[in-house]
């Protein structure tokens, strides 16, 4: 068969695009499968007005005062949640109230919850039980997330701080609406693989005068393997 110069330099182009494509998906599945890390922890201000971490373990009080910060050291998006021990769920991050108006987390930058400014705390409100945060870093924003984030926000109180409660508790008008969108996000949560979350030894038993020192000394770091990755921290609420 006699090819002329025209259907050779078709076959070449096709040829570099084919082979351009499959270099572009190979570095994109490369890059799935590099773990990157986010800094990150959970904290709350005991009676002492020390800072400790908070972790599965951890009993806290009605008004008691919790925060969380992270750090990530490459771009990516967060996503957090807070179920509430009557089963009602807010968004904190992000949050147009208090934090970001949207997920996306630039690599070096501390992020301070429930404000990124002055000392602002999440407070537990009266209700004791067992309180849930969902914490899920993505490499890419998922749209149902945030969808199901701004449905939550739309049922919600808003996310306070400093005004005795955690923000999440709905109106009874709204709760029903809270309660299911709150379903749906968890059946969205359940989809996802559970981060790598490594935190040193005897970290329940550490104090620091600041949060500040805190997250300076302390090495909770999540490891992110694919695309997103969950961790959820279970703790027990009990009357003041």
């Given at each position: 068969?006699?090819?002329?110069?025209?259907?050779?330099?078709?076959?070449?182009?096709?040829?570099?695009?084919?082979?351009?494509?499959?270099?572009?998906?190979?570095?994109?599945?490369?890059t799935?499968?590099?773990?990157?890390?986010?800094?990150?922890?959970?904290?709350?201000?005991?009676d002492?007005?020390?800072?400790?971490?908070?972790?599965?373990?951890?009993?806290?009080?009605?008004g008691?005062?919790?925060?969380?910060?992270?750090?990530?050291k490459?771009?990516?998006?967060?996503?957090?949640?807070?179920?509430?021990?009557?089963?009602?769920?807010?968004?904190?991050?992000?949050?147009?109230?208090?934090?970001?108006?949207?997920?996306?987390?630039?690599?070096?930058?501390?992020?301070?919850?429930?404000?990124?400014?002055?000392?602002?705390?999440?407070?537990?409100?009266?209700?004791?039980?067992?309180?849930?945060?969902?914490?899920?870093?993505?490499?890419?924003?998922?749209?149902?997330?945030?969808?199901?984030?701004?449905?939550?926000?739309?049922?919600?109180?808003?996310?306070?701080?400093?005004?005795?409660?955690?923000?999440?508790?709905?109106?009874?008008?709204?709760?029903?609406?809270?309660?299911?969108?709150?379903?749906?996000?968890?059946?969205?949560?359940?989809?996802?693989?559970?981060?790598?979350?490594?935190?040193?030894?005897?970290?329940?038993?550490?104090s620091?005068?600041?949060?500040?020192?805190?997250?300076?000394?302390?090495?909770?770091?999540?490891?992110?393997?694919?695309?997103?990755a969950l961790?959820k921290?279970?703790?027990k609420?009990?009357?003041n």
């Amino acid at each position: 068969m006699v090819i002329d110069s025209s259907f050779r330099g078709a076959c070449s182009v096709l040829f570099a695009v084919t082979f351009a494509l499959a270099g572009a998906s190979a570095l994109l599945a490369a890059t799935n499968n590099t773990p990157f890390e986010i800094k990150t922890q959970f904290f709350y201000k005991d009676d002492g007005k020390e800072i400790k971490p908070l972790d599965n373990n951890s009993v806290l009080k009605s008004g008691q005062n919790v925060g969380v910060v992270f750090q990530s050291k490459e771009n990516c998006f967060v996503y957090i949640f807070w179920k509430d021990s009557t089963g009602n769920v807010g968004t904190l991050f992000p949050n147009p109230g208090l934090t970001a108006e949207i997920p996306q987390v630039m690599a070096g930058k501390t992020y301070w919850l429930p404000h990124q400014d002055g000392d602002r705390w999440y407070i537990l409100d009266d209700t004791p039980g067992t309180e849930v945060l969902y914490f899920v870093a993505s490499r890419t924003r998922n749209s149902r997330l945030e969808q199901l984030s701004k449905a939550l926000l739309a049922t919600s109180s808003g996310t306070q701080a400093n005004s005795g409660e955690k923000g999440v508790a709905p109106s009874q008008a709204t709760q029903p609406a809270n309660q299911a969108t709150a379903r749906e996000m968890e059946r969205e949560l359940s989809t996802m693989g559970f981060a790598q979350y490594s935190v040193p030894k005897g970290v329940e038993k550490a104090s620091f005068a600041s949060k500040e020192e805190m997250f300076k000394n302390l090495e909770g770091v999540i490891r992110v393997s694919g695309a997103e990755a969950l961790i959820k921290i279970e703790f027990k609420h009990i009357p003041n």
